[in-house]
């Protein structure tokens, strides 16, 4: 592989990196939730996807004391397709935690609701590219591409 986005460096000496963006992390659920607390996250669920416990734990750690793993949240769905993820949430079966960039990529904005925690939350994103590629016109065009989806 010559390029990839990696939110945590490897630090092999094969890769170059590059920081790229800072994505913020979110907690949404259905609009009809309009205040958000503990109780509340225990009693809706919650609604998997292939990096929600990684989301989860560094959101969800940093706001509620009583936070220690997702394990404490009923599951009542997984996704594995970005565009997917929130259509359970919006339909009210619970919440998940994000990045913002795919939460403003689902159409139906209306039916969810993005809830501002007391401490915020962000990834660090690196394009990382192998050192002994060439770098050629397409991985430039990549590249450049990549960065203007991410900002």
């Known amino acids: 592989m010559d390029l990839g986005i990696l939110t945590e460096l490897n630090r092999s000496p094969q890769l170059a990196y590059k ?5 913020p992390l979110v907690l949404v659920t259905s609009s009809d939730i309009t205040s958000i607390n503990w109780q509340v996250l225990t009693s ?18 940093k706001n509620y004391l009583e936070f220690e793993h997702t394990s404490q949240f009923k599951h009542k769905g997984f996704s594995n397709q970005i565009s997917l993820i929130l259509l359970p949430v919006s339909q009210g079966l619970g919440f998940t935690v994000l990045p913002l960039h795919a939460v403003n990529a689902f159409p139906e904005q209306s039916l ?18 192998n050192k002994h590629s060439f770098d050629t016109q397409r991985s430039q065009l990549i590249k450049k591409s990549i960065r203007k989806f991410i900002l």
């Not at 920081?19 to 994505?23: C, M, P, Y």
């Not at 609701?113 to 994103?125: A, G, N, Q, R």
């Open 19 to 23: 920081k790229i963006a800072i994505e």
């Open 112 to 129: 969810i609701k993005v809830h501002t925690l007391e401490i915020p939350v962000s990834e660090t994103l690196y394009l990382c590219q």
């Open 44 to 61: 809706i669920g919650f609604i998997s996807h292939p990096d929600s416990e990684h989301h989860a734990q560094q959101l969800l750690s």
